[in-house]
């Protein structure tokens, strides 16, 4: 079982009396659990002093039949810190996080809520007994790293790893393993951690030259045979290692590839495989030759790069050559070039209104991650049906060559 927290705003509700902002839930998960269905218990703090004192002993109750599901994590902002026995949860790794074969209790709470501050101690000391009870049978998401097994492991593994060498008396290995086992859950789906014992494997401790305990390398993603390491640089706690991480993830992330939509197959490969598609609709190259199109082309490029760690797809046509895709997300009316972001599960459209710049591009995208309530969102009936058309060859379009008129054919003659 782990006990986790997600600050958010949850309105009072006038049912069974005041009800504070705060829920718990509860999910049983598929490991080593028989069983024809997953429940899902979910249990509101009730300001109540006999409802709460209830809510207690169920709780109590309950914790118990868990004890061996899960291990433990840390850490949490606001109400919460890197050495409290509490994962923080964020709409950016929530489904990473909880999608593991574990119980979990989930705090949803806001930092200046009253009922929340009274309930942030019990619940790190809920927390922090089912670690100490052995809830979780040791289980982590540390993969524990040999001289037998390092280089297919981590050096033939295409993905990023985070290593830490220790030595099991170290002190300060000691107080890092909560937080690097913490760290470790969180970064799931973004890069594997691992942990060598560096006085029983001492190949690995020379070959990466290890001198103290605990040190942390960075492995980058792909061949890492002939690469060397990164040193990190970062702070000790569970907070700090995650923050260090995603920032170097995201910036060995390579650019998001921009796509013509050439084909149905295309269009769907770059949309339908990503939460949102930013699509661009450019003007007719007879409107704008092939020096402005690659500047426009260049502005899009430079704001996937800025937005690459959202993951998105990013596409684009010319106008009047998918004439369903600028029906369907009413595109054109306005001139072009346009841009409209689909979330194609979704089914919703938001429409750039700005200009069609690096500026004006960012404020709309920023607008789109986080959520501004301004911002008009649109239902799209589908999916537009797309044609095949050629791509792009990269030049200017030919020059439109002016017919000659045979001004006596027409029966008109003309005096020279």
Known sequence: ????????????????????????????????????RTPRLAIEKLMDPEVKRNYQNQLLECLPDVYSLLPFLCPVLGLYSSNDDVIELTP????????????????????????CKNLA???????????????????????????NNFEDVVLKSEEPWLV??????????????????????????????GAVDATVHNQLSQKYGIRGFPTIKFFPAGSKKNADPVDYDGGRTSDDIVRWAMDKAEALMPDPELIEITSSAV?????????????????????????????????????????????????????????ELEKMFDIGGAGYPAMVAVHSKKLKRATLRGSFSTEGIHDFLRS???????????????????????????????????????????????DL
Not at 93 to 115: I, K, L, M, Q
Not at 126 to 135: C, E, F, N, R, V
Not at 381 to 404: F, H, S, Y
Request: hydrophobic residues 35%.
């Open 121 to 147: 101690p019990e619940w790190k000391k809920a927390a922090t007994a089912l670690k100490q009870s052995g809830g979780g049978s040791g289980r982590t998401d540390v993969v524990e790293l040999t001289d």
């Open 92 to 115: 950016s790794n929530f489904n990473r996080v909880t999608s593991d074969d574990s119980v979990w209790f989930v705090e949803f709470y806001a930092p200046w809520c009253g009922h």
């Open 267 to 323: 269009f769907l490969d770059t949309c339908e495989k990503h939460q949102i598609c930013v699509i661009s609709v450019l003007p007719s190259l007879y409107d704008c030759q092939s020096d402005c199109r690659n500047q426009h082309l260049n502005t899009i490029k430079q704001q996937a790069s800025e937005y690459k760690k959202q993951k998105w797809g990013w596409a684009w046509t010319e106008a009047l050559k998918q004439p």
């Open 164 to 193: 830490e060498f220790f030595a099991p008396w170290c002190g300060h290995c000691k107080n890092l393993k909560p937080h690097w086992e913490t760290a470790a859950t969180e970064l799931k789906g973004v890069m594997k951690v």
């Open 1 to 36: 079982m782990t006990f986790t927290t997600n600050s958010t705003f949850m309105p009072h509700r006038p049912s069974r009396g005041a009800i504070s902002g705060v829920a718990l839930l509860a999910a049983y998960s598929r490991a080593g659990v028989r069983k024809t």
């Open 368 to 414: 789109l991650l986080h959520g501004d309530p301004s911002m008009q969102l649109f239902p799209v009936r589908e999916l537009p049906k797309i044609l095949t058309v050629d791509p792009w060859d990269g030049k200017d379009a030919p020059p439109i060559e002016d017919e000659e008129i045979d001004w006596e054919e027409m029966g008109i003659k003309r």
